[in-house]
T-cell receptor, first 116, second 114 residues
């Protein structure tokens, strides 16, 4: 079956512009995660959606970052007024959501964001 | 506090040599432990996962990992590496709690010498 897909694969934007990154999880997966991966920094957790529960936004670095998940499926990560330090690869992952932190996560290929 | 430590940022080994990547964790509950691999330009892929039973876990691509509770470690090993194993490897820990999320280490980048 189809895996996790993300679009666009690459995004170049100018400082101060808003960007939207999209994630399509595996069908039926109730849990969805966003991570940021900067060079040499490993994976930085951003936000976690689990079913109809309120999302865990504890990893969002500033109020310029927001995410939503419509209909329990597709998710959009929005970065407003982008800054150069936002340049990174943004990874999305989904899991079945039945076992919380014990679930295997399935990752998309990522969106590489470059802010000029 | 819950944490995962991968003490080696970079590791270089020769093709055909054995490999061990270190991972130490701190976790209050019974941990689920994972190793993921990220090839260049790709997302992460699960190599193996441990939650109970035999402390030596076999994974894909010829990798294995050993859980040592007394040392809070979950080191990844491979008897003979191939050039295609060059990638970044992430250790992660979680628990079977519905709204919990797993915690990733910062990764170890593996370089292979021909």
């Amino acid at each position: 079956g189809a895996g996790v897909s993300q679009s666009p694969s690459n995004k170049v934007t100018e400082k101060g512009k808003d960007v939207e990154l999209r994630c399509d999880p595996i069908s039926g997966h109730t849990a969805l995660y966003w991570y940021r991966q900067s060079l040499g920094q490993g994976l930085e957790f951003l936000i976690y959606f689990q079913g109809n529960s309120a999302p865990d936004k504890s990893g969002l670095p500033s109020d310029r970052f927001s995410a939503e998940r419509t209909g329990g499926s597709v998710s959009t990560l929005t970065i407003q007024r982008t800054q150069q330090e936002d340049s990174a690869v943004y990874l999305c992952a989904s899991s079945s959501g039945t076992s919380g932190g014990a679930d295997t996560q399935y990752f998309g290929p990522g969106t590489r964001l470059t802010v000029l | 506090a819950q944490s995962v430590t991968q003490p080696d940022i970079h590791i270089t080994v020769s093709e055909g040599a054995s490999l061990e990547l270190r991972c130490n964790y701190s976790y209050g509950a019974t941990p689920y432990l994972f190793w993921y691999v990220q090839s260049p330009g790709q997302g992460l892929q699960l190599l193996l996962k441990y939650f109970s039973g035999d402390t030596l876990v076999q994974g894909i691509k010829g990798f294995e990992a050993e859980f040592k509770r007394s040392q809070s470690s979950f080191n990844l090993r491979k008897p003979s590496v191939h050039w295609s194993d060059a990638a970044e490897y992430f250790c992660a820990v979680g628990a079977q709690v519905r709204d919990d999320k797993i915690i990733f280490g910062k990764g170890t980048r593996l370089h292979i010498l021909p």
